[in-house]
């Protein structure tokens, strides 16, 4: 069952200060903090934490590897693509904002409400849609990943 629907409260960031992006890895949950309050909630599915070997979408000779792991730390978004699907190393992603090498907040069609991911942040397409157009991400960004 989806963490959302089961919590009584109303699900919060951990964050009681600043601007950021909080990505908590336990609850599958994003949450965008405006001033010490959490503003928006999205569900996410970070990565699996299943080691991975697949062909390189972009150059199928190569292989990439990885341990599927959505980094935790602090960063900040540092680039983005604001338009449409792009090709990445593992399959297409929509709308990525990048915070830690290539590891982005992006949309993609499956949004499941465990773990799935190769390290990236998933939301929905749609969740995507408004972050763009509301321009609650820009770059530049804290994002703030942990357990």
Known sequence: ADFLT???EKAHAAADTGTLVE???AKQLLFVVVDGKTAWTFNTSTGSGIAYEAPNHLDPTKI???DAVTPEGLFHTNRERPEGW???DLGKIYRPK???GGVAIH???S???YPASHGCVRLSTQAMDFIWDSGIIPL???VWVHE
């Open 6 to 8: 089961n919590f009584v």
């Open 23 to 25: 990505v908590d890895k």
């Open 64 to 66: 990439e590897k990885g």
């Open 86 to 88: 792009w090709e990445g």
């Open 98 to 100: 990048y915070f830690h």
């Open 107 to 109: 949309g993609m069609t």
């Open 111 to 113: 949004v499941p409400n």
């Open 140 to 142: 530049g960004t804290p």
